[in-house]
């Protein structure tokens, strides 16, 4: 990059619109983003404002590709290689993408039968660690270490956490997707099920995300929360289609 040139943004949104086509409806359409303009860059904690409905999770789900924008483009640029635009990214790609690039912590944990919450937390590790045995070691210590800085009983630390309460499978996902830093991080709700104290810690979580480059954005019901980790606010009110 240029001396003064501003550096790229890791997550760019132009144009996007979303509709949903409502097949119990007679196919009708529901136009919920529309003209979704913004550019998120590293270091920045951007929080979505707007009242209920109006497309906030839409919008990371967007930006994680798991919903299809109807219009506009959305590129996400992974640390070493040239931004990837997502709404023609092969499924390979986005795999790649999300292994190494996004996070998405949203407020439930989608389960792995049979498999203990410390290989969970250490998984995003140990899928780079292959056959390497001291990588593999490493990944579970360090999942030790996430799993006790968010209190996460150690009795717990050996059981899937299917059965576990909905503040401790929080817990676990969001160690699952802070283990292995990414550029982009996308959080809906991650405090949702949380007491003060974890709470506060997810705040110091995204505080040191933010300051070793990430950009975040994210959902926060809870204005404190909102409040303790904003760099900018959106309103997404504005990018509101007609319906
Ligand atoms: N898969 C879907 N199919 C049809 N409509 C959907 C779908 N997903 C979201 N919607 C609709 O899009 C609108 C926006 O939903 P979204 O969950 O993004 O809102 P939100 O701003 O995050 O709301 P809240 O603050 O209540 O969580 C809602 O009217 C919702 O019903």
Not at 46 to 53: A, F
Not at 60 to 80: C, F, M, Q
Request: charged residues 25%.
């Amino acid at each position: 990059m240029a001396d003064g040139a501003p550096a790229p943004a890791l997550l760019q949104m132009r144009g996007v619109a979303k509709r949903f086509v409502l097949h119990n409806q007679q196919g009708a359409s529901l136009s919920v983003l529309d003209g979704v303009d913004l550019s998120i860059h590293a270091g920045e904690c951007v929080v979505l404002d707007g009242p209920s409905g109006m497309g906030k999770s839409t919008l990371l789900k967007l930006a994680y590709a798991n919903y299809r924008a109807s219009e506009g483009s959305i590129t996400v640029r992974p640390l070493d290689a040239p931004a990837v635009e997502i709404t023609a990214a092969t499924p390979r790609e986005l795999v790649r993408l999300r292994r190494d690039t996004i996070g998405y912590v949203s407020q439930f944990l989608r389960v792995i039968p049979r498999v203990s919450a410390l290989d969970v937390v250490a998984e995003p590790l140990t899928e780079d660690a292959g056959e390497n045995a001291a990588a593999i070691e490493a990944a579970r210590e360090q999942a030790r270490t996430w799993l006790t800085r968010l209190r996460i009983p150690e009795r717990l630390w050996h059981l899937p956490p299917a059965t576990f309460s909905g503040g401790e499978q929080q817990r676990i996902n969001i160690a699952r997707n802070m283990i292995k830093p990414k550029p982009l991080l996308l959080l809906d709700e991650p405090t949702a099920s949380l007491d003060a104290a974890n709470t506060r810690t997810v705040i110091d979580l995204i505080h040191e995300a933010a300051a070793r480059g990430a950009a975040i954005v994210g959902i926060f019901h809870d204005a404190e929360v909102g409040d303790a980790v904003a760099t900018r606010r959106i309103n997404v009110a504005e990018f509101r289609g007609q319906v």
